[in-house]
């Protein structure tokens, strides 16, 4: 029996959930997507209601209330972006601090969220240590 280590087990689920963000946000363009993150690291396609998706999202509040609970954080593409950064609109929804806040387009995925500490948005690539338990 082949041993499997909990660090191998981290890193798979974080390679796929990067992986269904991706394939999300190319399957998409030039839509804006955007899609939940359960706490269990599992990410799950939501239906974006935007009267203009090719600028903006509006997760479906209908996709919030029924995995209420179960939310880590939220993903959003910028179609085409090869370095998306958090428009004004992103940077002011970081201010649900329940919920860490992702956007990306194809590969390049970063996270973004309020720190209250210090009182600043925290920007980063999207790494396997975010998703550290």
Not at 56 to 65: E, K, M, R
Not at 88 to 101: G, L, Q, R
Request: proline share 6%; aromatic share 12%.
């Amino acid at each position: 029996l082949q041993t499997i280590h909990y660090r191998d087990l981290q890193m798979e689920r974080f390679n796929q959930l990067k992986n269904d963000m991706a394939k999300h946000s190319v399957s998409e363009y030039p839509r804006e997507c955007v899609g939940i993150v359960t706490k269990d690291f599992d990410y799950i396609p939501c239906e974006n209601i935007s009267p203009e998706p090719k600028l903006t999202f509006i997760l479906n509040p209908g996709d919030l209330v029924k995995h209420d609970g179960n939310i880590w954080g939220i993903f959003h593409s910028h179609p085409g972006e090869e370095n998306p950064i958090p428009s004004k609109e992103d940077k002011v929804s970081a201010a649900f601090k329940e919920y860490k806040f992702l956007v990306g387009f194809s590969e390049n995925i970063y996270i973004y969220w309020l720190d209250e500490n210090i009182d600043a948005l925290i920007f980063d690539e999207f790494k396997e240590s975010h998703i550290a338990n």
